[in-house]
Every structure is written in structure tokens, then in C-alpha cells.
């Protein structure tokens, strides 16, 4: 993949945070009541980042994006 933008980088790294922090909130049964509150700002975040990269409603090149952070290769189609 070339060439990721700064608004790409953004939204993928706000992507992330929120899905790290949704299986951290729900792997601690302490935290589970408290999953509204503490999921609300990543998910802001990530909505805000996702609009302003025109990201939102475009999930391929999202996933593509986080692949590409993560170190992964994302998964051919067939």
C-alpha cells in the first residue's frame, strides 16, 4: 500500500485505541458497568478521525490502514 495520509494515520490510530480499550473494558468484569462511559470518548474519537480522513463508511480501506499499522498483510479477496 502507498502513501497513507496524516488523516489516515489518525483515524486507524484512533481505530485502534478504541478496539484495545472495548477488549480491555470487556475482559475485566469489573469494568463492564462502566463500558458506556468508558467506551464514549474512543468512540468519539474515532468518529471525528473516521469523517475527517473520509474514512466512514469505508471499511476496507480502514482495515487496510490498520493492517498496514499493525505489521499485517491484509488477506487477499477472492
Known amino acids: 500500500m502507498t ?3 496524516a488523516s489516515e494515520r489518525a ?4 481505530y485502534i485505541r478504541l ?3 472495548t ?5 475485566d468484569p469489573s469494568l463492564t458497568p462502566l463500558a458506556a462511559a468508558i467506551l464514549t470518548p474512543p468512540m468519539t474519537d ?10 466512514d463508511g ?3 480501506r480502514l482495515l487496510t490502514l490498520v493492517s498496514t499499522l ?3 498483510t491484509p488477506a487477499a479477496r477472492t
Open 11 to 14: 483515524a486507524a490510530q484512533a
Open 58 to 60: 469505508n471499511e476496507a
Open 46 to 55: 474515532a468518529d471525528t478521525a473516521l469523517r475527517a480522513a473520509g474514512l
Open 19 to 21: 478496539l484495545e480499550t
Open 3 to 5: 502513501g497513507i495520509t
Open 23 to 27: 477488549q480491555a473494558v470487556f475482559s
Open 70 to 72: 499493525r505489521g499485517h
